[in-house]
């Protein structure tokens, strides 16, 4: 039933608004979103201790162990704790519902565990299973909607069906037949997140959030509406999973100086509690390391992982694998710190040194003094060896950020350099190809570039090659 936006979904809700002292919910949300999962387990569990019998609280308690799966998603334990507790929340709503039909607060508890319990089944590959729990959630969110002071709670989960109904595939759209499930509205969908972002007690941010997860997806492609939503998102005192959903927009978008400062205070905030979870502070590292990397210091990014993130036994193995993808990518330019110390320093311009070790030092003048600084020893670099890839590629770029694109666009040639270049950066090179093209004004060359780089090996910033299609690059980092 459409898990990846589900998950997306559940991501976003855990992010609540500010939360009054005596409502252990919206307590635990506020720590939830900060990544500190043992003190949002602790905040409900007092709150059960005085109420146990309360259906909110048995639903957040699911969703720390929820939040918890995000991080690690195939985790056999956390998933059967979560449904255990799921169980646990959707009897005591529904026990309240059988002895009062007209209960809003149960109805809306009920629907939004069998909402989540929805996606659980389906992460299971149980179709079956999770087209009975949305169909049931589904109705129990309608019924509490009916009722005034939860409308503005459901929508968040009403619009989160709606979408995802409309979106998933035919085969779950033939089963939803058989199985006489409600139909999807996707333009109604977003009209209730809306609403939900705008007025939800629970969920304002969190549908916010989920507004952005939507408008960025491929198949959207409203980059300009998920950069709005995240300005929202980030207008009041913003949280580390704020921040951290906006530092990977960014990534995504290709905005690089944005992504480093949202991730860095993402860290910032989180290392200075000093309680946020190793998981959250180990995906806000791998998302910094492909900052360093989409910026062509991948030995920063390699330092990086091998201090903070690899080695490290409590790091997921999920992103444990991811960071052992990049980790393998930069030793393809940096060589393996593990085989000893390298012979050259990285002025050396010896033919033994690699192309990228050979610019480093321009690149670390670029990162201590800024482009300007770094572009002529790059272009020094490229003049004297005209036909190398990586260095007409690193001053290429180094052009189009000092604002000549007409002389990055000769410099870069990047289709007839294809073979040259390191795969990872065939699709940053075009990107830039396009960039170029379109501040000389040069559409059409602008677009073939766009579509290459989007069909190009898997980058960080592949989003924005889709969003440059739809609207011109007009400068900006």
Not at 217 to 243: C, F, I, Q, S, T
């Amino acid at each position: 039933m459409g898990a990846g936006v589900l998950v997306s979904a559940a991501l976003a809700a855990a992010l609540g608004t500010a939360a009054p002292a005596g409502d252990p919910r919206l307590a635990a949300l506020r720590l939830l979103h900060d990544g500190r999962f043992d003190d949002a387990e602790e905040a409900i569990r007092r709150g059960r201790a005085e109420a146990p019998a309360d259906p909110s609280l048995a639903f957040f308690g699911a969703f720390v162990t929820y939040w918890r799966l995000l991080y690690a998603p195939t985790d056999p334990g956390l998933r059967a704790d979560l449904e255990q507790r799921l169980d646990a929340a959707i009897r005591l709503s529904e026990q309240r519902l059988e002895g009062a039909p007209a209960d809003g607060e149960a109805a809306l508890w009920a629907g939004s565990s069998r909402l989540l319990r929805a996606h659980l089944q389906a992460a299971k590959h149980k179709p079956l299973a999770a087209a009975f729990d949305a169909k049931r959630a589904k109705r129990h969110l309608d019924r509490a909607g009916e009722h005034g002071p939860w409308a503005a709670e459901t929508a968040f989960g009403l619009g989160t069906y709606l979408y995802v109904a409309d979106r998933v595939p035919a085969i779950v759209k033939g089963l939803r037949t058989i199985l006489f499930l409600p139909g999807g509205d996707r333009e109604r969908g977003l009209a209730l997140l809306h609403r939900a972002a705008e007025s939800s007690r629970f969920f304002a941010r969190d549908a916010r959030l989920l507004l952005v997860t939507l408008y960025a997806h491929p198949r959207e492609r409203r980059y300009e509406e998920a950069l709005g939503e995240v300005d929202k998102a980030l207008a009041a005192p913003a949280p580390v999973a704020a921040l951290h959903v906006a530092g990977k927009l960014n990534l995504a978008l290709g905005r690089l100086e944005a992504a480093t400062a949202l991730l860095d205070e993402a860290l910032g905030r989180a290392g200075s509690q000093g309680r946020a979870a190793p998981s959250v502070l180990a995906a806000i590292e791998v998302d910094r390391a492909a900052v360093d990397f989409a910026r062509f210091r991948p030995d920063l990014s390699l330092e990086r992982l091998e201090a903070r993130v690899l080695g490290r036994p409590e790091v997921p193995e999920e992103l444990r694998r991811s960071a052992e993808r990049m980790r393998a990518a930069a030793i393809e330019v940096v060589g393996d710190p593990s085989s000893g110390p390298r012979t050259e320093t990285p002025q050396d311009g010896a033919p033994g040194a690699s192309s990228w070790r050979r610019a480093l030092h321009a690149l670390e003048i670029e990162r201590r003094e800024g482009a300007e600084a770094s572009l002529p020893p790059l272009l020094a670099l490229a003049e004297a060896a005209p036909g190398d890839a990586t260095l007409g590629l690193l001053a290429g770029r180094a052009l189009l950020l000092c604002g000549r694109p007409a002389e990055a666009f000769r410099m870069l040639r990047c289709s007839e350099r294809e073979a040259a270049i390191p795969p990872f950066w065939i699709g940053p090179c075009h990107l830039m190809e396009g960039q170029a093209a379109d501040l000389v004004g040069d559409r059409k060359a602008a677009l073939v570039h766009y579509r290459k780089a989007e069909h190009a090996p898997p980058f960080p910033s592949r989003d924005a090659a889709r969003m440059y299609q739809k609207t011109p690059y007009r400068g900006g980092r």
